[in-house]
Protein backbone atom coordinates (compact mmCIF):
# COMPACT_ATOMS: atom_id res chain seq x y z
CA UNK A 1 0.00 0.00 0.00
CA UNK A 2 1.08 3.53 -0.99
CA UNK A 3 2.12 5.36 2.56
CA UNK A 4 -0.59 8.25 1.67
CA UNK A 5 -2.89 5.88 0.71
CA UNK A 6 -6.36 5.55 2.63
CA UNK A 7 -6.36 2.04 5.00
CA UNK A 8 -8.62 -0.90 3.90
CA UNK A 9 -9.24 -0.94 7.56
CA UNK A 10 -10.40 3.05 8.27
CA UNK A 11 -13.64 1.75 9.13
CA UNK A 12 -12.70 -0.69 12.54
CA UNK A 13 -10.26 2.31 13.03
CA UNK A 14 -12.87 5.00 12.86
CA UNK A 15 -15.10 2.75 15.15
CA UNK A 16 -12.75 2.13 17.58
CA UNK A 17 -11.34 6.01 17.52
CA UNK A 18 -15.43 6.59 18.25
CA UNK A 19 -16.71 4.08 20.40
CA UNK A 20 -13.88 3.63 23.04
CA UNK A 21 -15.22 3.52 26.22
CA UNK A 22 -17.48 0.85 25.48
CA UNK A 23 -14.78 -1.53 24.57
CA UNK A 24 -14.28 -3.01 27.54
CA UNK A 25 -17.70 -4.49 27.74
CA UNK A 26 -16.81 -6.48 24.29
CA UNK A 27 -16.83 -10.22 25.05
CA UNK A 28 -16.28 -11.43 21.83
CA UNK A 29 -16.13 -10.67 18.44
CA UNK A 30 -15.30 -11.90 14.58
CA UNK A 31 -14.40 -10.31 11.38
CA UNK A 32 -15.66 -12.86 8.75
CA UNK A 33 -13.64 -12.63 4.92
CA UNK A 34 -13.99 -14.89 2.10
CA UNK A 35 -16.85 -16.90 3.58
CA UNK A 36 -18.68 -17.63 0.36
CA UNK A 37 -16.36 -19.88 -1.72
CA UNK A 38 -16.04 -23.60 -1.24
CA UNK A 39 -12.29 -23.96 0.08
CA UNK A 40 -11.74 -25.36 3.65
CA UNK A 41 -12.55 -23.48 6.74
CA UNK A 42 -9.77 -21.03 8.43
CA UNK A 43 -10.40 -19.57 11.59
CA UNK A 44 -7.01 -16.29 12.38
CA UNK A 45 -7.24 -16.75 16.23
CA UNK A 46 -7.24 -13.28 18.52
CA UNK A 47 -4.26 -11.75 19.47
CA UNK A 48 -4.83 -13.29 23.12
CA UNK A 49 -4.78 -16.91 21.43
CA UNK A 50 -6.86 -18.84 23.95
CA UNK A 51 -10.12 -15.93 24.01
CA UNK A 52 -13.18 -17.56 24.41
CA UNK A 53 -14.02 -16.74 21.02
CA UNK A 54 -11.01 -18.54 19.94
CA UNK A 55 -11.69 -21.66 21.89
CA UNK A 56 -15.81 -21.92 20.92
CA UNK A 57 -14.48 -21.86 16.93
CA UNK A 58 -11.44 -24.18 17.55
CA UNK A 59 -14.35 -26.44 19.11
CA UNK A 60 -17.12 -26.15 16.86
CA UNK A 61 -14.66 -26.87 13.49
CA UNK A 62 -13.44 -29.59 15.17
CA UNK A 63 -16.72 -31.34 15.72
CA UNK A 64 -18.09 -29.99 11.70
CA UNK A 65 -16.76 -33.31 10.05
CA UNK A 66 -15.29 -30.79 7.92
CA UNK A 67 -11.88 -29.98 6.63
CA UNK A 68 -10.24 -26.59 8.59
CA UNK A 69 -7.14 -24.86 9.75
CA UNK A 70 -6.32 -23.09 12.77
CA UNK A 71 -3.99 -20.20 12.52
CA UNK A 72 -2.46 -17.90 15.23
CA UNK A 73 -2.29 -14.14 15.17
CA UNK A 74 -0.51 -12.36 13.01
CA UNK A 75 -0.38 -8.35 12.37
CA UNK A 76 -1.52 -8.26 9.14
CA UNK A 77 -4.91 -8.94 7.06
CA UNK A 78 -8.41 -7.18 7.65
CA UNK A 79 -9.80 -5.55 10.77
CA UNK A 80 -9.15 -7.78 13.43
CA UNK A 81 -5.64 -6.20 13.13
CA UNK A 82 -6.99 -3.12 14.04
CA UNK A 83 -9.46 -4.66 17.18
CA UNK A 84 -6.23 -6.73 18.04
CA UNK A 85 -3.83 -3.47 18.06
CA UNK A 86 -1.57 -3.75 21.88
CA UNK A 87 -3.63 -0.74 23.04
CA UNK A 88 -7.25 -2.25 22.16
CA UNK A 89 -6.33 -6.25 22.30
CA UNK A 90 -10.28 -7.19 21.71
CA UNK A 91 -11.03 -11.15 21.53
CA UNK A 92 -11.19 -10.57 18.08
CA UNK A 93 -10.75 -13.15 15.69
CA UNK A 94 -11.20 -13.89 12.03
CA UNK A 95 -13.05 -16.33 10.38
CA UNK A 96 -12.87 -17.24 6.86
CA UNK A 97 -13.03 -20.29 4.05
CA UNK A 98 -9.83 -19.93 1.85
CA UNK A 99 -7.49 -16.75 2.94
CA UNK A 100 -7.15 -13.63 1.27
CA UNK A 101 -4.51 -13.63 -0.86
CA UNK A 102 -4.35 -17.61 -1.16
CA UNK A 103 -6.35 -17.72 -4.37
CA UNK A 104 -5.39 -16.84 -7.72
CA UNK A 105 -8.49 -14.62 -8.04
CA UNK A 106 -7.68 -12.49 -5.57
CA UNK A 107 -7.24 -9.05 -6.21
CA UNK A 108 -7.59 -9.17 -10.02
CA UNK A 109 -10.62 -8.49 -12.40
CA UNK A 110 -11.30 -12.13 -11.97
CA UNK A 111 -12.17 -11.82 -8.10
CA UNK A 112 -15.97 -11.75 -8.70
CA UNK A 113 -19.31 -13.04 -7.68
CA UNK A 114 -18.15 -16.87 -9.91
CA UNK A 115 -16.42 -17.96 -6.51
CA UNK A 116 -19.12 -17.49 -4.28
CA UNK A 117 -21.84 -20.19 -4.33
CA UNK A 118 -25.15 -20.66 -2.11
CA UNK A 119 -23.86 -23.53 -0.68
CA UNK A 120 -20.74 -22.32 0.72
CA UNK A 121 -22.37 -19.42 2.02
CA UNK A 122 -25.08 -21.49 3.52
CA UNK A 123 -22.68 -23.63 5.46
CA UNK A 124 -20.62 -20.93 6.66
CA UNK A 125 -23.90 -19.39 8.17
CA UNK A 126 -24.74 -23.03 9.68
CA UNK A 127 -20.87 -22.81 11.70
CA UNK A 128 -21.32 -19.60 12.28
CA UNK A 129 -24.98 -20.35 14.00
CA UNK A 130 -22.94 -22.95 16.02
CA UNK A 131 -20.43 -20.54 17.21
CA UNK A 132 -22.63 -18.43 18.56
CA UNK A 133 -24.59 -21.37 20.07
CA UNK A 134 -21.68 -22.46 22.00
CA UNK A 135 -20.92 -18.89 23.11
CA UNK A 136 -24.57 -18.54 24.65
CA UNK A 137 -24.55 -21.47 26.10
CA UNK A 138 -21.38 -21.33 27.75
CA UNK A 139 -22.39 -21.48 31.41
CA UNK A 140 -20.95 -23.02 34.57
CA UNK A 141 -22.83 -24.86 36.89
CA UNK A 142 -22.63 -26.19 40.57
CA UNK A 143 -22.95 -30.54 41.34
CA UNK A 144 -25.18 -30.78 44.40
CA UNK A 145 -24.47 -34.13 44.63
CA UNK A 146 -20.87 -33.91 44.29
CA UNK A 147 -19.51 -36.34 46.91
CA UNK A 148 -19.60 -39.63 44.66
CA UNK A 149 -21.84 -40.27 41.92
CA UNK A 150 -25.72 -39.94 42.28
CA UNK A 151 -28.26 -42.71 41.70
CA UNK A 152 -29.09 -42.02 37.76
CA UNK A 153 -30.78 -45.06 36.96
CA UNK A 154 -33.54 -44.70 39.29
CA UNK A 155 -34.07 -41.22 37.29
CA UNK A 156 -34.01 -42.64 34.08
CA UNK A 157 -30.68 -41.24 33.30
CA UNK A 158 -28.11 -44.45 32.99
CA UNK A 159 -28.83 -48.04 31.10
CA UNK A 160 -29.71 -50.55 33.53
CA UNK A 161 -27.47 -53.23 32.30
CA UNK A 162 -23.93 -53.10 33.53
CA UNK A 163 -20.73 -53.35 31.13
CA UNK A 164 -17.75 -51.15 29.94
CA UNK A 165 -18.55 -49.23 27.06
CA UNK A 166 -21.76 -46.28 27.59
CA UNK A 167 -23.19 -43.97 24.86
CA UNK A 168 -21.93 -40.62 24.71
CA UNK A 169 -24.71 -39.08 26.45
CA UNK A 170 -24.07 -41.59 29.74
CA UNK A 171 -20.41 -40.17 29.17
CA UNK A 172 -20.95 -36.95 29.37
CA UNK A 173 -23.09 -37.06 31.95
CA UNK A 174 -20.12 -38.55 34.25
CA UNK A 175 -17.96 -35.51 32.97
CA UNK A 176 -20.68 -33.03 33.53
CA UNK A 177 -21.42 -34.21 36.88
CA UNK A 178 -17.92 -34.54 38.12
CA UNK A 179 -16.36 -31.29 36.66
CA UNK A 180 -19.34 -29.06 37.72
CA UNK A 181 -17.66 -27.70 40.79
CA UNK A 182 -18.66 -24.10 39.63
CA UNK A 183 -15.11 -23.61 38.09
CA UNK A 184 -15.34 -25.10 34.47
CA UNK A 185 -17.86 -23.94 31.88
CA UNK A 186 -18.98 -26.19 29.37
CA UNK A 187 -16.70 -25.25 27.17
CA UNK A 188 -13.85 -26.63 29.51
CA UNK A 189 -16.09 -29.60 29.74
CA UNK A 190 -16.29 -30.26 26.15
CA UNK A 191 -13.04 -29.72 25.25
CA UNK A 192 -11.37 -32.06 28.21
CA UNK A 193 -13.87 -34.68 27.79
CA UNK A 194 -13.85 -34.68 23.45
CA UNK A 195 -17.22 -34.47 23.56
CA UNK A 196 -19.25 -32.50 21.25
CA UNK A 197 -20.53 -29.19 22.77
CA UNK A 198 -23.98 -29.84 21.95
CA UNK A 199 -23.85 -33.23 24.07
CA UNK A 200 -22.37 -31.74 26.83
CA UNK A 201 -24.68 -28.95 27.01
CA UNK A 202 -28.03 -31.43 26.20
CA UNK A 203 -26.95 -33.72 29.33
CA UNK A 204 -26.64 -30.39 31.28
CA UNK A 205 -29.99 -29.30 30.93
CA UNK A 206 -31.28 -32.23 31.77
CA UNK A 207 -29.11 -32.89 34.84
CA UNK A 208 -30.55 -29.62 35.68
CA UNK A 209 -34.19 -30.48 35.27
CA UNK A 210 -33.36 -33.74 37.45
CA UNK A 211 -32.03 -31.46 40.32
CA UNK A 212 -28.80 -32.30 40.16
CA UNK A 213 -27.09 -29.06 39.07
CA UNK A 214 -27.33 -25.75 39.45
CA UNK A 215 -26.70 -23.11 37.17
CA UNK A 216 -23.84 -20.35 38.52
CA UNK A 217 -24.49 -16.79 37.52
CA UNK A 218 -21.37 -16.20 34.82
CA UNK A 219 -20.76 -12.53 35.99
CA UNK A 220 -21.06 -12.89 39.77
CA UNK A 221 -20.65 -16.93 40.23
CA UNK A 222 -24.09 -16.82 42.28
CA UNK A 223 -26.37 -19.94 41.80
CA UNK A 224 -29.23 -18.63 39.96
CA UNK A 225 -32.18 -20.81 42.21
CA UNK A 226 -34.10 -23.23 39.42
CA UNK A 227 -37.49 -25.56 40.29
CA UNK A 228 -36.02 -28.53 40.77
CA UNK A 229 -37.98 -31.77 39.65
CA UNK A 230 -38.60 -34.33 42.51
Known amino acids: MHPCAIPGTIGAITWLARNEPVLPFIRHGLVLSCVGDPGK ?16 VANVLRSSGREFELTDFSPNGYDERQYCSPGINLPVGC ?9 PQYHTSADDLTLVTAPALAESAFQLLRVISVLEGNH ?6 P ?32 LSDGDHSLLDISERSQL ?22 DASGIVQKTQNKK
Open 196 to 217: SFATVRKVADELLKQGLLEKLN
Open 147 to 178: KCEPQLGRRGLYRLMGGTSSSNFEEAMLWVLN
Open 95 to 103: FMRTPNGKF
Open 140 to 145: RYLNLN
Open 41 to 56: FTYKRSRRGNAEIDRA
